[in-house]
């Protein structure tokens, strides 16, 4: 089956930091350009982060600077590490494949 699945969230103080993961099965994830997604509690979809076929990441302005991208080719796996993170970050986190998500993972950001 082609699917991803994410992991990595949880609940972290202002300031703090997580690694989400996204593991795909049933193709190569150098093979298509990745996304990572957001969505806030009664928001709609934010785009994260994307990371091209030649390794090169993309950020959105909220994220950008704090956010980092990369692939582990052998492990097939996405990962989105977040530094200094703020309340305006709590969402589920999702990562894409041309439409295709799994479940997310949630990040809570609060004192």
């Known amino acids: 089956d082609v699917q991803v699945t994410e992991s990595g969230g949880g609940l972290v103080q202002p300031g703090g930091s997580l690694l989400l993961s996204c593991v795909a099965s049933g193709f190569n994830i150098s093979d298509y350009y990745m996304t990572w997604f957001r969505q806030a509690p009664g928001k709609g979809l934010e785009w994260v982060s994307g990371?091209?076929?030649?390794?090169?990441?993309f950020y959105g302005d909220s994220v950008k600077g704090r956010f980092t991208t990369s692939r582990d080719n052998a492990k097939n796996t996405l990962y989105l590490q977040l530094t200094n993170l703020k309340p305006e970050d709590t969402a589920m986190y999702y990562c894409d494949k041309a439409g295709l998500r799994g479940q997310g993972t949630q990040v809570t950001v609060s004192s």
């Open positions: 990371l091209n076929l030649r390794g090169t990441a």
